[in-house]
């Protein structure tokens, strides 16, 4: 079975510009979470969807939002990007609500120059 | 904002010795769980221990769980040059809505 995919692994963009990440959990999976990985640190909690409804939310300014589609899928689109943004961008899946056991996919890295 | 914070930041052993890394937390929790992260990609799940446990193990790993010091240690027994990687801790934060990730623990094993 395939694992969790994000697309695309790789984006450069330039500051103001918007950009959409895409997640394909593991076939079976309803929750979806995002993570923000600066280099170096820990990834930090920006969203989960469950059923198709934000369920949980971080830390994050109003230019990050998520939706999770009916096939459980997830686009985090994240607008008027600063250079701080810059980050790799973690997907993961669980089979239910989460809270034991996640599924990550390799991740997208953006760069915003 | 992080729920766990690791210890030692960084740990450099060589292969076949022990390596043993700790995670604190500030709030109650459900379980804990430790994750493995290889060159800046995705992260693989190792080992959960719910809160009403002390000890488990799998394979060369190791958890304890103290929640009276709110901490948590993992253990790695006779380390490998494979087993290079960073390592956090996450907890629960949302009843299963909000898994928050520790700092990280970087090992490099020398061969």
């Known amino acids: 079975d395939a694992g969790v995919t994000q697309s695309p692994t790789h984006l450069i963009k330039t500051r103001g510009q918007h950009v959409t990440l895409r997640c394909s959990p593991i076939?079976?999976?309803?929750?979806v979470s995002w993570y923000q990985q600066v280099l170096g640190q820990g990834p930090q909690f920006i969203f989960q969807y469950y059923e198709k409804e934000e369920r949980g939310r971080g830390n994050f300014p109003d230019r990050f939002s998520a939706r999770q589609f009916p096939n459980y899928s997830s686009e985090l689109n994240v607008n008027a990007l600063l250079l701080g943004d810059s980050a790799l961008y973690l997907c993961a899946s669980s089979p239910d609500r989460g809270g034991e056991k996640l599924f990550f996919g390799s991740g997208t890295q953006l760069s915003v120059l | 904002s992080q729920q766990g914070e690791e210890d030692p930041q960084a740990l450099s052993i060589q292969e076949g010795e022990n390596a043993t890394m700790n995670c604190s937390y500030k709030?109650?929790?459900?379980?804990l769980q430790w994750y493995r992260q290889n060159s800046g990609r995705g992260l693989v799940h190792l080992i959960l221990?719910?809160?009403?446990?002390r000890e488990k193990h799998s394979g060369r790993l190791r958890v304890t769980l103290d929640t009276s010091k709110k901490s948590s240690s993992l253990l790695i027994t006779a380390s490998r040059a494979a087993d290079t990687a960073s390592y956090f801790c996450a907890t629960d934060m949302g009843g299963g809505f909000k898994t928050i990730f520790g700092a990280g623990t970087r090992l490099f094993v020398k061969a």
């Open positions: 076939s079976g999976h309803k929750s």
């Open positions: 221990i719910r809160s009403n446990e």
């Open positions: 709030t109650s929790i459900n379980n």
